[in-house]
């Protein structure tokens, strides 16, 4: 079992920069990835960004690619995920998701096997 917790969500305006984390905990060593991911009211869960956890390589949607930057502490288990020049319509929950087996479907849901519970992030305008 992996167990995943978020934190750093907020309220901030257009223009503002935040920063989100996911310490993973259990057995982390089995995790292959690890990635954002983000859902809106009314709307489907949405890729953001996902880091492969042995090689350190990043892969973005195009959303948010040049705004958001993933990285990870490898000693603290933690995966960051960067957020500069927010725009009203990155309003979401943020998911950290962690996949323990090997897959390169990076921005498929289905693909992860653990979830957290999310943290909002409310951009106004």
Known sequence: QVQLV???GGLVQA???LRLSCAA???TFSMSAMGWFRQAPG???EFAAALNWSG?????ADSVKGRFTISR???KNTVYLQMNSLKPEDTAVYICAAMTYYSRRYATPSEYNYWGQGTQV????
Request: aromatic share 8%; proline share 0%; charged share 30%.
């Open 6 to 8: 978020e934190s750093g």
């Open 15 to 17: 223009g503002d920069s």
């Open 25 to 27: 905990s259990g057995r």
């Open 43 to 45: 709307k489907e869960r």
């Open 56 to 60: 350190g390589s990043t892969y973005y």
């Open 73 to 75: 502490d490898n000693a």
């Open 122 to 125: 409310t951009v106004s305008s």
